[in-house]
């Protein structure tokens, strides 16, 4: 049994030793910064037609601002999309897959939807390329969808 024990132990840390290093709170947040940045200037193409909005925290959100009917809803504006940064990780809000959770498995791809948590808003903690192409996908999709609908 303490064979077992010892091969097992030397696994795990022939594993660990395997994986990348750990980041530095810097690069952390020079990762976060650049996330931030990348997806807002994907945000930005979409302005106009629809209208920039800016929160405290530094967030950077679009909203389709016409008199629309959502659900039976007369409304005056309907929220497209968002950026906010948080403290470990960037979140980027994604309205098409609420309003249209039928169209969900179009509208994203199964890495980005790894990110989702709940129905809207994904964590993002670092953007590779190809997590900006999904996302850039996926602002496209969304976009075409609520032109589709008269909302933009």
């Given amino acids: 049994m303490p064979l077992t024990k010892t091969k ?3 696994a795990v840390r ?7 290093p750990r980041r530095t709170p810097q690069e952390k947040a020079a990762d976060l910064a650049h996330a931030m940045e990348e997806i807002r200037s994907l945000l930005e193409k979409y302005t106009p037609p629809l209208e920039v909005r800016t929160d ?8 389709s601002v016409k008199n629309i009917v959502v659900e ?22 994604y309205m098409p897959v609420y ?3 039928e169209q969900k498995s179009m509208l994203i791809k199964p890495e980005l939807r790894s990110l989702l948590k709940g129905k809207s808003c994904f964590y993002v903690r670092r953007l590779e390329p190809a997590l900006k192409t999904q996302i850039k996908d996926a602002l496209a999709s969304g976009f075409r969808l609520y032109q589709q609908q008269g909302w933009i």
Avoid: C, D, M
């Fill in 72 to 93: 039976g809803r007369k409304r005056k504006e309907v929220y497209f999309a968002g950026v906010t940064p948080q403290k470990g990780y960037i979140s980027f809000h």
């Fill in 99 to 101: 309003t249209n959770p």
């Fill in 56 to 63: 405290a925290k530094g967030g950077y959100h679009l909203w």
């Fill in 8 to 10: 097992t132990t030397k």
């Fill in 14 to 20: 022939e594993t660990s030793a395997a994986r990348a």
